[in-house]
């Protein structure tokens, strides 16, 4: 089965018009959180669908989110990407094998195991 790659964008840098022009139309509300973003605070634009997997800069595909709530969701977002990369490197044979690490192992001793005696009394059955 042939699969056909994902054209990945390239990330913009949004002007203040774009910032603006995506506040207004969330009407200052978190994407993630629901939460209402005053005047004055800091918020960051996110991608719905992150670029790495196909997403685009279109309006569509962007909304305004409170930053912590942005550093979660990109955590998230981080571990997807990497499992895809990681299916596509196996289902294009590019994945390193993974190998044993090589050791020379441990020497039996010539006179058998000695083993430490009890570091404890045997207790005395109660009769």
Do not use: Q
Not at 18 to 26: T, V
Not at 84 to 102: D, H, Q, Y
Request: proline content about 7%.
């Amino acid at each position: 089965m042939e699969h056909e790659p994902v054209k990945i964008h390239k990330r913009k840098n949004f002007s203040r018009k774009d910032r603006l022009r995506l506040f207004i139309r969330d009407n200052g509300i978190c994407g993630l959180t629901g939460e209402k973003i005053k005047a004055g605070e800091p918020y960051e634009i996110e991608h719905r669908v992150p670029l790495a997997l196909g997403g685009t800069n279109d309006d569509d595909n962007l909304y305004i989110v409170i930053p912590a709530a942005h550093r979660e969701k990109t955590k998230d977002d981080v571990r997807k990407i990497a499992k895809v990369k990681r299916i596509e490197a196996r289902l294009n044979g590019t994945r390193r094998e993974r190998k044993p690490i090589p050791s020379r192992g441990f020497e039996k001793p010539k006179d058998g195991y000695t083993w430490a005696s009890r570091p404890f009394p045997n207790r005395k059955k109660d009769k």
